[in-house]
């Protein structure tokens, strides 16, 4: 991860959760920050005055947005680079950027209307999602000042390319920072209807066999990460519920889905409902 932490910012209330995010990304990457409000770009089949004027108009309120931003961050140690990027939608023009930069890494806030310590994907975060080629960090609303030096990083892991995917994005940042590294599998609870059809003996053979199986593949994925303190959980439950009420983690990486183009976060349906559910940061990770 060479390339600067990009995070995009609006104004709206959760455009400090983002700068808070992303300066605590920069600082243990130790990758410059870029700040970038993007403005509309003049349509090609403008309105002639009109469509200038409320252009110049829109281009003033970026300005004022950059103000804010660079208030927000005064006397941070991190070089921090101001951006104003003109394009047609804001999430197409952080995609722009991140390619364009190389960026490490692309951070958001959560939607305008999410409820506190919960995260909610607005449209921008939804269409970054869908063809990145760098992790996206979505930070909750009302998200608090990074904790102290000892911080626990979590990873959603499953063994697939995506899971690993997640599972070295995640190891690379302990190392940076000495936190502890701790990663989660779900397996699912047995369903009522099923002992009644099979069996109970069926039924628990079958989650036993499961969790034996995850139980293995948590302890091959912690050998496998060299230099970084490592702890695993296998959670019963509600893969989605479990994850996203994981408060003992202060940020929570997961891949984007078992399959798509590869280099681009492609989300899929777990990754999907997290970005709207988690209570603690998310990084979604194109498969790499």
Known sequence: MTGPVIVGVDGGP???????????????????????????????????????????DRH????????????ELEGVPTEVDYRMVASSS???????????????????????????DRLMAGSTAERLLAGSVCPVAIAPA?????????????????????????????????????????LYTVVAEGDASLPFLIGDDVERAFLDTARETYELSLRRAAESVSRVDIEWEVIAGNVVDALADLTEVDVLYCGSRGYGPARRVLLGGVST??????CRPLVVVPRG
């Open 14 to 56: 959760t455009s400090p959760d983002a700068l808070t995010l992303s300066r605590w990304f920069a600082e243990a990457l130790g990758a410059p920050l870029v700040v970038a409000v993007v403005h509309p770009a003049p349509a090609a089949l403008g309105s002639g005055r009109i469509d200038a004027e409320w252009v110049a």
């Open 273 to 278: 409902r997290l970005v709207r559910r988690a």
């Open 60 to 71: 003033r309120a970026a300005e004022r947005v950059l103000d804010g931003a660079r208030k």
């Open 90 to 116: 804001a999430a197409h023009g952080l995609h722009d950027l991140a390619e364009q930069a190389g960026a490490a890494m692309v951070v958001i806030g959560s939607g305008r209307t999410a409820t506190k």
């Open 142 to 182: 009302g998200l608090p000042a990074p904790p102290g030096e000892r911080r626990r990083i979590g990873v959603a892991y499953v063994d697939t390319p995506d899971g690993r995917a997640a599972l070295n994005a995640a190891a690379d940042m302990a190392r940076r920072t000495g936190d502890t590294l701790r």
